[in-house]
């Protein structure tokens, strides 16, 4: 099974920007689809980004559209979060996941079988 790894996170003033990385441990990366999620304190994962196996297909929650970016390198195992014009509601922890492809958004934890351990990021206002 795929082991992942989050990076990235930290303490940035709003309007800030971070970059969030995640590396895969083998090249089975490839045949996953990624997603991004993030938990606030005493609140449930939350959906931000997904993309496809081959990058072709990528969505956003509504919240972050036009804000952050999701992309990913193959080559690499890797898959990035670029987090432009952060706000305070931002704040959480990170964490990237791997999941079987699938049609359609796939915006819910339970459709992602392998995670990343989180990283925090903070945004203060």
């Known amino acids: 099974q795929v082991q992942l790894v989050d990076s990235g996170g930290g303490l940035v003033q709003a309007g800030g920007s971070l970059r969030l990385s995640c590396a895969a441990s083998d090249d089975t990366f490839s045949m996953y689809d990624m997603a991004w999620f993030r938990q606030a304190p005493g609140k449930e994962r939350d959906f931000v980004a997904r993309?496809?196996?081959?990058?072709?297909?990528?969505y956003y929650a509504d919240s972050v559209k036009g804000r952050f970016t999701v992309s990913r390198d193959n080559a690499k195992n890797t898959v990035s979060l670029q987090m432009n014009g952060l706000k305070p509601e931002d704040t959480g922890v990170y964490y990237c996941a791997a999941g079987r492809p699938r049609t359609g958004l796939a915006a819910t934890p339970s459709d992602y079988n392998f995670w990343g351990q989180g990283t925090q990021v903070t945004v203060d206002s």
């Open positions: 993309i496809s196996w081959n990058g072709l297909s990528i």
